[in-house]
Every structure is written in structure tokens, then in C-alpha cells.
């Protein structure tokens, strides 16, 4: 009895794993393709084939992720009225919006222009002068001291004194006793003039000017009707505004070192201000140097500089 035997070779699980995942559902479509036309592709066309795809699909989804993000910048912009234009349906909304936006748009870049060229003409140009003229108008000087009240004469109202004087007579002959008088505190004022001798002031050529906290100042050489404004030719310690005054340290209860005086230079039209200037305390010699600096940038400035 013959026995006729067919052998074959069964493919081994592991090798039918790989093959499966070695081709793809994108190459087993591909192969499929091939066959059908006839064409018989290797495996390196089918590579590439496979590449070309996903690269398509990557650019639409980057297309549309750019349609997004569009989409998100438009409805989230700041600029007043710039996604009107792409949310409204109406044709003429659309066109009214696009052409204010294009005309404040036109005059925007205009500007940045006209900037633009005119910083890099670089028309700036700084110029210093020194002049000596023959004569000089003196800068306005004014003194406020530091204690311009008596505070004796109301520290030792007592009483009725003290608490009765709503009445406005009480009140002005109460002004009149504090505030002390400048012809007590201006013990000498003169102008020096080197070899040709001092030139004496007295108290009518000072103003009085009060500031807004109430605090008596004094003016010398302000613009007063009828006076000529003082003025210097030459310069020097020889030459100077030499004034003495009179602190009267005793009508005071408090420190001595607190009294003294305020003096602030400046010109005959502009205002006092007493943050500003310096301060002389009592018992001292100050020698103060000035000088006048104009700086023009279409609108004229004089400052006096200590």
C-alpha cells in the first residue's frame, strides 16, 4: 500500500506578525492600487507615495489651524472697529468700517513718517554764549523770615484775652502787635559801588508779598509803579547788595538756632516761591555769587543761578 505525503511548510506565527505589521493599511492600499493598474511598484515608491500623503494632510492642518488662529485674532483684537469688518453682513458696514479704519490707518504712518524723517535730519543744535554787557538789571531779592510772629505777645494772652477777640478790631490791633515790623528787622540795606561809595536803601524800597500760608515776605528792587528798576555794571564782593538784619532771636521762646531768614532771587515778574532760595541763620555772614542764564527753545527763559 503506497502512502503518497504532501509536505508543506506552514509560515510560522511570528514571521505572518511581522509582515502584518510591516504593511500598513496606506501599503496595503498602495499594493492594491499597483495591482490593479497593472504597474508593479517597489517598495521604495510606495515610501514614497505614503510621504507625499501625510504631507498633504500636514498642510491642510496647518492651513486650517491658520484659519483658526485668524479667526481667534479677529474676534479678539484690540483695534476699535476691526473685526466689524469681517462679523458684519451688511455690505456697507463692512465698507464704512474698512474706510475709517484705512483713513485713521493712513494718517497713522503719515505721522510715523513725517517723524521719522525728521529725527534723522538731526535738527538740533546747541550753542553757548558768554556776553559781558555794559550794564545789568539786578534780580529781585526777597527775605521771609523764618519767625515773622511774635509769640510772646500771644503765648502770654491769658483768659479773656486769649479766648475773647472774635471781634475784626481785636483781631487787626492782635496783626498789628504780632507781625513784626521789617523797620525793627532791616538794620541797613546799600548797594556797594566800589570806589564811588555805597548807594543806602530803607524799608519804602521794599514790597511786602504774603505767600499762600500766610507768611509776610519783603521785595527788594520788585516792579513798583514809579521806580526804576536797580541795575549793576560791574561784579564782585565790592559790588554787591550788602543788607544787615536784625533776627531778634529774644521775642522768641523757641531754639535760637531755629530763627534766621529765607532769601529767594528771581525776576521782578515772576512769583516767590519759598521752597525754593537759600537760608541765613542768625548770626552769620553769607556771601551768595549769582549769575543770569537765558536758554531760548522758541520760548525765552531767565534764570538766576546761585
Known amino acids: 500500500m503506497a502512502l503518497c505525503g504532501c509536505c508543506a511548510s506552514k509560515p510560522s506565527p511570528t514571521n505572518s506578525a511581522s509582515e502584518d505589521e510591516s504593511t500598513g493599511p496606506e501599503s496595503k492600499e498602495e499594493i492594491l492600487?499597483?495591482?490593479?493598474?497593472?504597474?508593479?511598484?517597489?517598495?521604495?515608491?510606495?515610501?514614497?507615495?505614503?510621504?507625499?500623503?501625510?504631507?498633504?494632510?500636514?498642510?491642510?492642518?496647518?492651513?486650517r489651524k491658520m484659519r483658526e488662529v485668524f479667526a481667534y485674532?479677529?474676534?479678539?483684537?484690540?483695534?476699535?472697529?476691526?473685526?466689524?469688518?469681517?462679523?458684519?453682513?451688511?455690505?456697507?458696514?463692512?465698507?464704512a468700517w474698512f474706510s475709517?479704519?484705512?483713513?485713521?490707518?493712513?494718517?497713522?504712518?503719515?505721522?510715523?513718517?513725517?517723524?521719522?524723517?525728521?529725527?534723522?535730519?538731526?535738527?538740533?543744535?546747541?550753542?553757548?554764549?558768554?556776553?559781558?554787557?555794559?550794564?545789568?538789571?539786578?534780580?529781585?531779592?526777597?527775605?521771609?523770615?523764618?519767625?515773622?510772629?511774635?509769640?510772646?505777645?500771644v503765648s502770654n494772652a491769658k483768659g479773656e484775652?486769649?479766648?475773647?477777640?472774635s471781634s475784626s478790631e481785636k483781631?487787626?490791633?492782635?496783626?498789628?502787635?504780632?507781625?513784626?515790623?521789617?523797620?525793627?528787622?532791616?538794620?541797613?540795606?546799600?548797594?556797594?559801588?566800589?570806589?564811588?561809595?555805597?548807594?543806602?536803601?530803607?524799608?519804602?524800597?521794599?514790597?511786602?508779598f504774603f505767600t499762600a500760608k500766610g507768611q509776610t515776605c519783603y521785595t527788594f528792587n520788585a516792579a513798583m509803579d514809579g521806580k526804576k528798576l536797580l541795575e549793576v555794571d560791574n561784579v564782585g564782593p565790592k559790588f554787591g547788595l550788602e543788607i544787615y538784619l536784625n533776627a531778634q532771636h529774644w521775642w522768641f521762646k523757641d531754639d535760637v538756632r531755629e530763627s534766621g531768614f529765607r532769601f529767594i532771587l528771581h525776576q521782578q515778574d515772576d512769583l516767590p516761591l519759598t521752597r525754593e532760595g537759600f537760608r541765613v541763620s542768625s548770626g552769620y555772614v553769607t556771601y551768595v555769587d549769582m549769575r543770569l542764564e537765558k536758554a531760548s527753545n522758541d520760548l525765552t527763559q531767565s534764570i538766576y543761578l546761585l
Open 33 to 63: 492600487l499597483a495591482n490593479q493598474n497593472g504597474n508593479a511598484s517597489t517598495y521604495e515608491n510606495i515610501r514614497k507615495r505614503s510621504a507625499a500623503k501625510r504631507d498633504k494632510k500636514h498642510a491642510e492642518y496647518g492651513k
Open 73 to 95: 485674532y479677529i474676534n479678539h483684537c484690540t483695534l476699535h472697529g476691526f473685526h466689524y469688518i469681517f462679523e458684519t453682513k451688511s455690505l456697507f458696514r463692512k465698507i
Open 100 to 153: 475709517v479704519l484705512a483713513i485713521a490707518g493712513g494718517f497713522f504712518f503719515k505721522e510715523i513718517k513725517t517723524s521719522t524723517t525728521q529725527y534723522f535730519k538731526y535738527p538740533f543744535s546747541i550753542m553757548s554764549t558768554v556776553e559781558y554787557p555794559r550794564t545789568l538789571v539786578f534780580p529781585a531779592v526777597t527775605i521771609c523770615d523764618f519767625h515773622d510772629i511774635r509769640q510772646t505777645l
Open 161 to 165: 484775652q486769649a479766648i475773647n477777640i
Open 171 to 208: 483781631l487787626e490791633t492782635l496783626a498789628r502787635k504780632t507781625y513784626k515790623s521789617f523797620n525793627e528787622t532791616l538794620i541797613s540795606c546799600s548797594l556797594r559801588r566800589g570806589v564811588r561809595g555805597a548807594r543806602p536803601f530803607n524799608i519804602h524800597d521794599f514790597k511786602v
